[in-house]
């Protein structure tokens, strides 16, 4: 026995795997034309945004443009050079906080940390040194 024959389809019927004309994409066009929304600014983002923005500027008699950072930095120090006590206290803790960056001991840390390591990496392959009782000693305490 033969199966009766399906009666055939129209091109535009809809249904699984087959959306509607009107409403399947374009050429050209995203799945999502709105896209993802951004995240939202933070304080912080926005005053370095502030600080980084240009400013015109007379410097020794010249015009530039120098960043809002720069500027209020210079501000300070004229003021603190003018004897305005808190401007001193504030470029006073910036140098400070500067040198402490500067002064980053981190690389001298990592080869104090290499020789040590180096050294108990040969402590071990050499177990016949005359050390190998302090450690049980060590273990004990």
């Given at each position: 026995?033969?199966?009766?024959?399906?009666?055939?389809?129209?091109?535009?019927?809809?249904?699984?795997?087959?959306?509607?004309?009107?409403?399947?994409?374009?050429?050209?066009?995203?799945?999502?034309?709105?896209?993802?929304?951004?995240?939202?600014?933070?304080?912080?983002?926005?005053?370095?945004?502030?600080?980084?923005?240009?400013?015109?500027?007379?410097?020794?008699?010249?015009?530039?443009?120098?960043?809002?950072?720069?500027?209020?930095?210079?501000?300070?120090?004229?003021?603190?050079?003018?004897?305005?006590?808190?401007?001193?206290?504030?470029?006073?803790?910036?140098?400070?906080?500067?040198?402490?960056e500067r002064d980053n001991n981190l690389p001298?840390?990592?080869?104090?940390?290499?020789?040590?390591y180096a050294a108990n990496e040969a402590e071990?392959?050499?177990?016949?040194?005359?050390?190998?009782?302090?450690?049980?000693?060590?273990?004990?305490?």
């Amino acid at each position: 026995m033969s199966r009766p024959k399906r009666p055939e389809r129209p091109k535009e019927s809809v249904g699984y795997k087959n959306p509607p004309r009107h409403a399947q994409f374009k050429p050209g066009q995203s799945g999502n034309p709105s896209g993802r929304p951004k995240k939202p600014k933070t304080l912080a983002y926005e005053f370095a945004r502030g600080l980084r923005a240009t400013v015109p500027a007379v410097i020794d008699g010249k015009h530039r443009r120098i960043s809002m950072g720069e500027a209020i930095a210079k501000k300070h120090i004229n003021k603190a050079a003018s004897g305005d006590v808190r401007s001193a206290v504030l470029v006073q803790k910036a140098v400070q906080f500067g040198e402490k960056e500067r002064d980053n001991n981190l690389p001298l840390l990592l080869d104090e940390f290499r020789k040590r390591y180096a050294a108990n990496e040969a402590e071990d392959r050499n177990p016949s040194s005359p050390n190998k009782g302090d450690d049980d000693q060590r273990e004990e305490n």
